[in-house]
């Protein structure tokens, strides 16, 4: 007989977090979460070898103001269960499911993004570097400035040239 709980009648939302992740977006309401919470919390676990987070408050999404929230990137110095992460979270605001989160697949374009300068977010509310706030002993401003600097470096050697293959279908070439 099926275990009722297994891992596969899990929605994808709860099997994300039980991923291992080394990079990882921390996503919340600031209602279950306020930022002294989550850096508290940050500070607790071994893992994490830097964040670097910022608080939307200016977002609009369909002609409608978006609940305040905020964003944080955190690096690990190994790879940790995004449910242990949770957990922490959990355990510290005293709400279940107080964040969310996802693993990052480019670090760089996620740090960009903080500030809504990416080219998917170029619509959005910008945001000043004096808004992010980054672990003790980072300058976060000189921090996402590298990012950017990297970011657009990665973007300029991609040619955007869209060509015909062999098959008949469009593909990007790189250089």
Not at 10 to 30: A, N
Not at 43 to 71: C, N, P, R, W
């Amino acid at each position: 007989m099926a275990r009722k709980n297994s891992f596969l009648s899990l929605s994808h939302e709860d099997k994300l977090q039980y991923r291992w992740s080394s990079m990882l977006e921390i996503e919340s309401g600031l209602d279950h979460c306020t930022v002294e919470q989550l850096v508290a919390v940050l500070k607790t676990i071994s893992a994490i070898s830097m964040y670097i987070l910022v608080v939307h408050d200016q977002d609009v999404k369909d002609g409608k103001e978006v609940k305040e929230h905020f964003h944080c990137l955190v690096r690990l110095r190994a790879q940790i269960q995004n449910s242990a992460l949770l957990k922490a979270f959990d355990d510290h605001t005293g709400h279940e499911r107080s964040v969310n989160t996802r693993p990052i697949e480019s670090w760089e374009a996620a740090v960009v993004y903080l500030l809504h300068e990416t080219t998917s977010a170029k619509s959005k509310a910008k945001y000043p570097l004096t808004a992010l706030r980054a672990s003790d002993g980072v300058n976060a401003s000189e921090y996402w400035m590298q990012c950017y600097e990297r970011y657009l470096h990665r973007r300029s050697t991609k040619d955007d040239t869209v060509v015909e293959s062999e098959n008949g279908k469009k593909q990007r070439t790189l250089r």
